[in-house]
């Protein structure tokens, strides 16, 4: 059949083509799949009529292979569109080479490198779904299907996407990524850089336009005075020499000759003059340009007039040159040549300035470039700098190019002048130099800039040192200030003055040091021609220089004050560590007095051990005293002769008492060796002794070994039992030698030691009699143990034997049991399960056998004497068990053998059947055909075929199967024994015969079907060519409906539905035609495979259809081509109808976008950059408010209220006032605004006179921004479409709602119309809130706009230039309407041009308004932040002036004098008076120094290039700082003596009374608690009367009512309660240093109770009293430890204190504790103690040391639980705890019986190896004589059962074996989970119960507790505690103080629902505690009372909480 010779439109592209409303813009969309079989190019290929689309192949026919042209290598071009040139895109960007195919598609390798980072590469591909859709699409990583990947696209197209990369690859999109082939690149940077030229040439030409258009009118009315003037003049020189000539007058004729050639010179100036202004004209006005073009003109005719005149007058005969001018005829053609060279010049001078005024003008442009490099800024403006640098390179370098060009041009002119006529080119040389002149200055205008980055970065550079060292010098001057104020009020004898001093010199010193350093190094390597950073530079080293002076002569005077501290100090020092040394040799005095008193029973280890570390002791403080007393020396010879001398006098003194100390120390310790020398002999000998007797054991055990177990004999259980006493023996020997020659060792080194140590002989002689015995010993275990090793050889050798002959016997009873089972070969035939339970009994028969026949021959071989014997009679045995079981395996062979022939002849005969089957149902599928009807429709026939092929082809796929398988198993039952082969050979050759009768009868069906297909096909080739015929028919009808006449009354939904009709019909009979092509091609085909008599007729049918076919298929082709030129025609005038109405909507949106943009962009730029800059305020003040708001959560009425002072409005003076002060109120820096400024925003804001809260509400309001594009409505319902919202616009809604198709009204910012939207758009969200101000967001709003119009500009003009690309090469209606394209896109690209342009106006402006906003603000911000600086140096130093004039009173009024001439001169009031007035200037001084810090740090706080505005205040503070310091230093050292004296006076005072108050009290003879219950009658706290009241009381108290005024003061500050009395009347003390406790006040006639230790607690209980005879102050009182009472000394006659002062112990539960009735854990409970709870320490605490416990590992014999057991539970008496001797083990498995007799007894339950079993009841051992067998009653520790077991069976073999290591438990103990008293119980052992010990026992000594007795404070129970002492202990010391770990508030009341919360607690806060921990009835958390020095009493608050978080750390 004929191709379709249409064009290529598809039917969905025409459509689109006629429905604009269709598509959001016009344009030929890509082609959908084309109609008819034929190739369709439609919307790919050129369009035209002419152009023939490919002849199809026919159906089935071979397709040709074009040859393939060699490609070149795609290269990719990945590049960054951003500013910002990040690590990530930097990594990606760069060319990328193709290097293969990757997963269907290309991939790419980078072969650009990275600098630096050469290494590294980078691939591009393509993913497929084989790992999931999360990994498909394209990647950017480091190697194809790499790990590392950067970047990825979800993009499945063929070609790596231009956009939508994500970096990282699971980020978001990065547009700024864009990926394109190189040649896209080059275009597209080819494009922009024009587009940038235009635009900048546009740029230019406005602004010249705008600036000089008045200049211009009035240059070319200048030009055209001239040229009237010139022609004028050359009009009248002419018609002067006319009127000449024609008068006759010849001799004038030369006179007028010559004026003419000088009107040739003015009109030759003119013209260039003309020439030079239309050049510069091509910048100016379109009107100018125009005329001076034509005054060019006029002057050239004028020019070419009065040439023709000149050669007319030279020729004339009758001229006469005048004399002077006379020229020879020869000249004549010379001046022909000057006036042609004259002309060439005059064409040559335009272009030549052009060129030059060009390079002028870029060299210009330069200068404007780099002008805003001339101005001073900061970092913040950096990015600015640096566009400007940028922009002035690419200047310099067009200008310079421009330049050289010129100059090239210029030159070539000149080589051309250089030809000319001598007066040319005197002239063209004069104006090309004059040119060149011109380009000469212009080049070196030029130069300067061409290092303008340079330039910039090192004056941005050396900037930065400026403000960097002056930064570090200012610095270091403020701390060099410090140190020399600190000097000049420095007390020189205070050392912690001092201290502070030297730490401020230090910081000054390095601070300074490094900033000169650092100075001379800038100033050797700066650029001294930068003469004004040089300066600046040698004006820093001259201040350093001045600095380090002042910091010299402070050290110097520091130095000083410390050489005077230092005598004093050292005394002092030294003195107190020999006092220290005399104290340990006082100890040491004490340590040897036990020796001399000869009590044998004393501990002399512990003793001795005392002596050692007294000695110790006393060697180390003697030699540390004198090693400090040393040095000392060496420090007084640096002294001055007069203290020096003195102190070395009295250093001396105390040295010669050290030497005499060290002497009785040496005494000393020779009397203790000598002691430790006898006591360990005697400790060696008992260890020998010892030892000895347990040898003697051992020999007696090992005698009943002797001559046992021999030949023949078996072995006895009293043997075993005897080995095991003789190795238990053994063990205890060997250990006691041990023992005993370990201490041996060990004494002998001792006393070698000490030997050396003394000087001594020794102890040789002893020690080598107690060596010689252990010898001794050593010989003998070692003989005795030879005679044990030979016994249990001999035992173990039987065992073993007596093991293979049980296991002989098993095996022969399991052949004997196969024997048995096995079924006789013959007729009867065995069942499966017989035969397989007979294979499993042969294979464990032969296993056991062939076990213990391995067993047997390795035996044999080392066997020797009667064990190889009795192994060789075993191996008879087993040889003939073996030959028994052959037989049974070969009679179990042929019976498995007949079982598995039945068993194939049965699958073989179900198959046969199966196929049979299968044949019958296909015989049942062909009975439609034999029931006589020859004629079937298509359908049914071809349904009743494909059921016989199935039904055929499955029972040809059962036959198959069925005889393959039985020629299997026919090769299988040859494998069988002959008889049991032949009987199944013949049953399965049956069945094989009866499957080839099948197949045969299957083999017939299957041609008859065949037959009646063929049939069934010859009939559905007609129908189908039926089909095709109608099909065709169809499409002719059709086509009628789109006739010539009736096409332009067409409708346009009417066309395209006829076009769509039109299309679906020829589509359907392509498709016909097609179908019926390829059916006939396939029916001939198979008939080719037919034999002649049948392919004959059937070839003759197909002719015929065929013939028909093909004239079906040339009415389709004709047909096909008369539709396609009826479309074109219609198509062509349809696309320049849509066209036009595209061009016609763009020109329109382009007029509203120029319309909105000129509102911004004003008359000019300063207009435009002022109205933006206000924009901009007024976005910041709004921003900051909206923030403001949503931080502090206030509202917007309530921030309104508050500027307006609580008024309805705001007016305009109020507005200015309040938006200057957002700034601060916000604390946002960019709101900052001055009144100025902030009057500006009124018009914006305010739309009245006046701003109210709904205004200001609106105001604040949030705008939102369109994200999708959207219409605009002009009214809620109804009415037209007014346009459309583009995204990125913003609009401030006026109502809420618009969802659902709903509108809502608002406002858009773009020029502030009121429309109606949609906020939802398919279904999505079309808005999002954004931050802006009203008119804020305008600029956004129209540049959105104008960039949704230019992109649809763009998209018109580029569909419109593709349509006529596509429509250009075509003939007919498509080719005509290619010209009227191609005008619209002409009009489309210049509508484009004016919004790009408008576009970049609109972005300048932008940005401009933004910089001069950044400018402003940093402008403000200097000026605000100049004043905050003035204003903090005026804050502080008016608080540090004031704080100074109090001091300074101060000062004044302390008394000079020391503190205790003050102490006795003033009386306490007196005293109060002054240091009252001292603390309050002391307070005044510290807040002004805190004023100071706080205002340093707010100082600190300002960041910015304008923090150095601040130095100066900051320097000011930090003198202001030292002032402060200075004064409170001088301050304190003025009231030191004052404050000293009033502490002296107020603790002597109080101590004196408290002693009165304690002596009074103990007077009465009651304690505490009952005088306060008594006294106060219940109340929980007292007040000073009351207190003063009991006080007196008393009697012989003596106490002033100052001095109880100063009890109460220091027991009751916050209150006085019972903790607080009980404080005040009771008195304890320390113990410092060891002290007897005596019976009696007079030591001379009393005895030591015991000592008193250092740490002890002591309650003083009488006394102090003198004791005259000793010169002694004692107490009588009670140690807590212990209730030891007694007399103790307070302080030797020498000054040595023993006892110090202390408070009332008390104690906290930091952890859980009980509290019992008595100090043993196991005594009853009181109750248990609560966390953070306080006791009263009444006695302890005191260590109970437990002596070692001796832990058994093992386990449990009745459930096996492992644990260990304390050796004192296991019997009443732990040292004589042994192991049981009535335990057995089994060994072998054994049953357990009834009754003894084993054949007449049942056997209860099988014994296992392992379990252990106890001997009851009083048979005892028997003997079966008939069987030999020995046997025993025991109970299972297992189960409790009880009967009879065998220890030893007939052969020898031991069942049970007498246990060493089981122990049975006496009484109830507790198994425990490890070696510890307190370790977990794992269960309680039951009396009688065993247990196996496993391993040694373990010696562990339990660690030391603490026991104290106490009393509870909260309910007064009393009882004790017993807890391990450490840093974990649960009581700890209490302290009335805790700080703060969390935030907790602190309430009114101890009930926390009661209580008002007063103030919240902060962290690391101190506090004292008043009362208190308390619990909280109700809450049920315990709280504390608080108080603080600053607040007093605050309240209660919570320790922790229930989840236990600590709020206050107590204690």
């Not at 269709?22 to 030929?28: D, E, F, Q």
């Not at 569109?81 to 390798?109: F, Q, S, W």
């Not at 020439?275 to 002057?299: V, Y």
């Not at 109804?1278 to 459309?1284: K, L, P």
Request: aromatic share 4%.
């Amino acid at each position: 059949g004929g191709g379709n010779t249409r064009g290529e439109y598809s039917v969905t592209e025409r459509s689109t083509m006629i429905s604009p409303a269709a598509r959001p813009s016009p344009g030929l969309r890509s082609a959908a799949p084309s109609r008819g079989s034929t190739a369709n190019l439609r919307g790919t290929q050129a369009l035209g009529a002419a152009q023939k689309r490919p002849v199809p192949v026919p159906a089935g026919g071979p397709t040709s292979k074009v040859p393939k042209k060699a490609e070149a290598v795609e290269t990719i071009v990945v590049h960054n569109t951003g500013n910002k040139d990040e690590i990530g895109i930097r990594t990606l960007v760069g060319e990328y080479a193709e290097r293969g195919i990757n997963h269907g598609k290309k991939y790419y390798e980078k072969t650009t490198r990275i600098p630096g980072h050469e290494e590294m590469t980078a691939f591009l591909y393509y993913w497929d779904q084989r790992d999931g859709p999360e990994f498909n699409g394209w990647w950017f990583g480091d190697r194809v299907g790499g790990q590392q990947v950067w970047s990825r696209n979800k993009s499945l197209s063929a070609k790596p996407p231009k956009a939508g990369w994500t970096i990282p690859w699971d980020g978001p999109v990065r547009n700024e990524l864009s990926v394109m082939t190189k040649e896209e690149k080059l275009a597209q940077d080819k494009r922009q850089t024009a587009e940038r030229m235009e635009a900048r040439r546009r740029e230019e030409d406005s602004k010249h336009a705008e600036v000089t258009e008045a200049q211009w009118e009035e240059r070319v009315a200048k030009a055209t005075e001239r040229c009237a003037e010139v022609e004028l003049d050359v009009t009248e020189a002419m018609e002067g020499y006319q009127e000449r000539e024609e008068a006759g007058l010849h001799d004038e004729l030369a006179e007028a000759r010559g004026k003419m050639q000088e009107q040739q010179k003015k009109l030759m100036d003119a013209l260039k003059f003309v020439a030079a202004e239309a050049i510069a004209a091509q910048k100016g006005p379109a009107l100018c340009k125009a005329d001076l073009q034509d005054l060019s003109k006029r002057l050239r005719a004028v020019q070419a007039k009065l040439k023709e005149a000149l050669k007319s007058a030279t020729a004339h005969p009758m001229v006469k040159a005048e004399p002077a001018d006379e020229t020879p005829a020869e000249d004549e053609p010379h001046n022909e040549m000057e006036a042609l060279h004259s002309l060439q010049l005059e064409e040559m001078l335009p272009p030549v300035l052009e060129k030059v005024e060009t390079a002028e003008d870029e060299v210009e442009k330069v200068s404007i470039a780099a002008a805003p490099l001339q101005v001073e800024s900061g970092d913040d403006l950096r990015h600015v700098m640096l566009q400007a640098i940028k922009e002035t390179e690419k200047a310099v370098r067009t200008a310079q190019a421009s330049i050289g060009e010129a100059r090239r041009f210029i030159s070539g002119k000149l080589s051309q002048a250089a030809k000319f006529a001598p007066h040319a080119k005197k002239t063209a040389l004069e104006e090309f130099t004059t040119l060149q002149e011109k380009l000469t200055e212009a080049q070196n205008k030029l130069n300067p800039f061409k290092t303008v980055r340079q330039d910039y970065e090192k004056r941005s550079q050396a900037k930065k040192l400026i403000e960097e060292l002056h930064g570090k010098l200012a610095g270091a001057e403020i701390e060099v200030e410090k140190a020399t104020m600190m000097t000049a009020s420095m007390g020189v004898e205070q050392a912690d003055s001092l201290k502070e001093t030297e730490q401020t010199l230090g910081a000054a010193q390095s601070a300074l040091a490094q900033t000169n350093r650092l100075i001379d190094s800038k100033l050797r390597t700066v650029d001294k021609s930068s003469e004004a950073v040089y300066e600046q530079l040698k004006d820093f080293k001259e201040r350093g220089k001045l600095a380090q002076e002042k910091l010299d002569e402070v050290r110097k005077a520091v130095k000083e004050a410390q050489v005077r501290i230092a005598a004093d100090t050292l005394m002092k020092e030294v003195s107190e560590k020999v006092a220290g040394a005399e104290d340990e040799l006082q100890r040491m005095a004490e340590a040897e007095l036990p020796f001399l008193r000869s009590d044998k029973d004393q501990n002399m280890e512990h003793l001795l051990a005392d002596a050692d570390k007294v000695s110790v002791k006393v060697h180390a403080a003697l030699a540390d005293a004198q090693t400090f007393v040393a040095k000392k020396l060496v420090e007084v010879a640096r002294f001055s002769e007069g203290p020096g001398q003195a102190v070395k006098e009295e250093v001396d003194m105390l040295q010669k008492r050290l030497e005499e100390g060290r002497e009785r120390l040496q005494q000393f310790r020779a009397s203790t060796a000598e002691r430790k020398r006898a006591h360990l002999l005697e400790e060696v000998d008992m260890k020998v002794a010892s030892a000895e007797d347990e040898v003697k054991k051992m020999t007696e055990s090992t005698k009943a070994l002797e001559g046992s177990a021999k030949a023949g004999e078996t072995i006895s259980d009293g043997l075993r039992e005897a080995v095991a006493q003789a190795n238990h023996a053994e063990r205890a020997a060997q250990a006691g030698v041990v023992v005993a020659k370990k201490l041996l060792v060990q004494k002998t080194a001792d006393l070698k030691k000490l030997a050396v140590a003394t000087a001594s002989a020794g102890s040789g002689g002893e020690l080598g009699r107690l060596q010689t015995r252990v010898n001794a010993m050593q010989e003998d275990i070692k003989k005795m143990r030879c005679i044990i090793k030979d016994t249990e050889e001999r035992i173990r050798v039987k065992e073993v034997l007596g093991e293979v002959a049980d296991r002989l016997d098993m095996a022969e009873n399991e052949v004997e049991k196969v024997a048995a089972a096995a079924v006789p070969t013959g007729l009867e035939q065995p069942s499966a399960e017989a035969v397989e339970r007979l294979e499993k009994a042969n294979a464990s028969a032969q296993s056991k056998l062939g076990a213990t026949a391995k067993l047997v021959d390795v035996k044999l071989k080392s066997a020797q004497g009667f064990t190889q014997a009795e192994l060789q009679g075993m191996r008879t045995r087993i040889t003939q068990a073996e030959r028994k079981l052959r037989k049974v395996v070969e009679a179990a062979t042929e019976q498995k053998e007949r079982l598995k022939a039945s068993e194939l002849v049965a699958q073989a005969t179900e198959k046969a059947d199966k196929s049979d089957a299968a044949l019958k149902k296909a015989g049942d599928a062909e009975l439609p055909f034999l029931k006589g009807v020859e004629v079937m429709t298509v359908a049914e026939s071809g349904k009743y075929i494909a059921a016989c092929e199935a039904a055929a082809t499955a029972a040809q796929k059962l036959v198959s199967e069925a005889r393959a398988f039985t020629l299997q198993k026919l090769a299988e039952a040859k494998e069988f024994g002959s008889a049991v082969a032949d009987a199944c050979s013949k049953d399965l050759l049956a069945i094989q015969k009866r499957l080839d009768g099948t197949a045969g009868k299957l083999t017939e069906l299957k041609k008859d079907t065949t037959d009646r297909k063929r049939k069934a096909q010859l009939q559905a080739s007609s129908e189908k060519i039926q089909a095709v015929e109608d099909a065709v028919k169809n499409l002719a009808e059709t086509m009628t409906k789109l006739a010539d006449s009736n096409m332009d009354q067409l409708a346009e939904q009417e066309a395209t539905s006829i076009c769509e009709t039109i299309a679906q019909a020829e589509t359907k009979a392509q498709t016909a035609v097609s179908g019926a092509k390829k059916f006939l091609a396939l029916r001939v085909q198979e008939t080719k495979a037919l034999a002649e008599a049948q392919r004959t007729p059937i070839m003759a049918d197909l002719s015929k259809l065929q013939s028909r076919l093909t004239a079906s298929t040339v009415e389709l082709a004709r047909l096909s081509s008369q539709a396609t030129e009826r479309e074109h025609r219609y198509v062509a005038g349809r696309l320049v109808q849509v066209t036009s109405k595209s061009l016609e909507d763009i020109t329109a949106q382009a007029t509203v976008a120029a319309k909105v943009s000129a509102s911004l962009l004003g008359s000019g730029d300063a207009g435009t950059s002022q109205a933006l800059v206000d924009r901009l305020r007024l976005a910041a003040v709004v921003s900051a408010l909206q923030a403001h708001i949503k931080e502090s959560e206030v509202s917007a009425q309530e921030i309104f209220k508050e500027a307006t002072g609580g008024k309805p409005k705001l007016g305009k003076e109020a507005f200015k006032e309040w938006f200057a002060r957002v700034c601060d109120m916000t604390g946002n820096e960019e709101a900052i605004l001055t009144e100025e400024q902030a009057l500006r925003l009124w018009p914006l804001a305010v739309t009245g006179s006046s701003l109210s809260v709904s205004d200001f509400e609106d105001l604040l309001k949030e705008s939102s921004m369109c994200t999708q594009a959207v219409a605009l409505w002009d009214s809620a319902e109804g009415s037209e479409q007014s346009g459309g919202l583009e995204v990125g616009e913003m609009v401030k809604f006026l109502g809420e709602g618009g969802g659902g198709g709903k509108r809502v009204e608002c406002v858009l910012a773009r020029n502030g119309s009121r429309v109606w939207v949609e906020t939802e758009a398919n279904g999505k969200a079309a808005f999002k809130p954004m931050v802006a101000a009203a008119g804020a967001g305008q600029i956004e709003s129209v540049e959105a706009f104008v960039k949704a119009v230019l992109a649809r500009c763009s998209e018109a003009a580029s569909a419109a230039e593709k349509k006529a690309k596509q429509v250009a090469n075509n003939k007919g209606p498509l080719g005509e309407a290619a010209p009227k394209l191609q005008a619209i896109k002409g009009k489309l690209s210049k509508e484009q041009a004016d919004l790009d342009s408008l576009l970049k106006r609109l972005d300048a402006a932008k940005s401009a308004a933004e910089q001069d906003r950044k400018a402003e603000v940093k402008v403000v911000r200097e000026q605000k932040c100049k004043a905050f600086g003035e204003e903090s140096v005026r804050q502080g130093t008016e608080a540090v002036e004031a704080a100074e004039a109090k001091a300074s009173k101060v000062i004044e009024n302390s008394k000079a004098g020391s503190a205790e001439l003050l102490a006795k001169e003033l009386g306490l009031l007196e005293l109060e008076e002054l240091k009252k007035a001292a603390d309050e200037a002391l307070e005044s001084l510290a807040g002004a120094k805190a004023l100071v810090a706080k205002l340093m740090e707010a100082h600190e706080a300002q960041k910015g290039p304008s923090r150095n505005l601040l130095l100066e205040a900051r320097v000011e503070l930090t003198k202001l700082q030292s002032r402060a310091n200075g004064a409170e230093r001088k301050c304190r050292s003025a009231t030191e003596a004052l404050r000293t004296a009033h502490t002296q006076v107020v603790k002597t005072a109080t101590m004196r009374a408290k002693n009165n108050l304690r002596m009074a009290f103990r007077k009465l003879g009651k304690s505490a608690d009952d005088v306060f219950d008594q006294t106060f009658s219940g109340k929980a706290e007292v007040s000073r009367p009351d207190f003063q009241k009991f006080v007196n009381s008393l009697s012989d108290h003596g106490l002033s009512e100052e001095q109880v005024t100063l009890l109460f003061d220091e027991f009751g500050r916050y209150g006085l309660r019972k903790l607080g009395f009980q404080k005040a009347v009771q008195e304890y003390c320390t113990c410092t240093r060891e002290v007897a406790i005596t019976d009696g006040f007079t030591i001379s006639s009393s005895s030591t109770v015991r000592k008193l230790e250092k740490g002890e607690y002591f309650e003083v209980l009488e006394g102090p009293l003198e004791e005259t005879e000793a010169n002694l102050r004692r107490v009588r009182g009670c140690a807590l430890r212990d209730g030891a009472q007694g007399w103790v000394t307070i302080k030797g006659n020498q000054g040595t204190p023993f006892l110090k002062p202390r408070e009332k112990p008390l104690v906290f539960a930091a952890g859980a504790a009980d509290m019992t009735a008595a100090p043993d854990v196991s005594s009853p409970l009181i109750r248990r103690l609560q966390l953070d709870e306080v006791l009263e320490l009444l006695e302890g605490p005191r260590e109970e040391v437990f002596q070692p416990q001796v832990f058994l590992p093992g386990s449990a014999s009745k459930d096996a639980a492992k644990g260990f057991l304390l050796m004192s539970d296991i019997s009443s008496a732990s040292s004589s705890a042994t192991p049981s001797n009535n335990i057995y083990v089994c060994r072998s498995t054994i049953a357990m019986t009834h009754e003894f007799d084993i054949s007449q007894t049942k056997v209860m339950r099988k014994v296992a190896v392992g379990e252990t079993l106890e001997v009851i009841g009083s048979e005892g051992e028997k003997k079966d004589d008939s069987i030999a067998v020995v046997r025993l009653k025991f109970r299972a520790a297992k189960d409790g059962k009880e009967g009879w077991v065998t220890v030893s069976g007939n052969k020898g073999t031991v069942y049970l074996e007498a246990s060493s290591s089981h122990y049975v438990l006496e009484k109830a103990a507790p198994l425990r989970a490890s070696a510890a008293a307190d370790s977990e119980i794992i269960r309680q052992m039951e009396p009688g119960e065993a247990f196996q010990a496993e391993g040694e026992a373990q010696e562990v000594t339990p660690p030391t507790r603490l026991v104290m007795k106490s009393r509870s404070i909260e309910d007064g129970k009393v009882g004790w505690t017993n807890f391990v002492a450490g840093p974990d202990a649960p009581l700890k010391p209490w302290m009335p103080k805790c700080s703060c770990q969390a935030p907790v508030d602190i309430t009114s009341s101890l009930a926390i629902e009661e209580g008002k919360v007063k103030r919240q607690a902060r962290v690391a806060e101190p506090f004292e505690v008043v009362e208190g921990p308390v619990l909280d009835a109700v809450s049920g958390f315990r709280r504390v009372r608080l108080a603080s020095v600053s607040e007093g009493v605050l309240g209660w608050a919570t320790v922790r909480d229930a989840e236990g978080q600590v709020f206050l750390k107590v204690g």
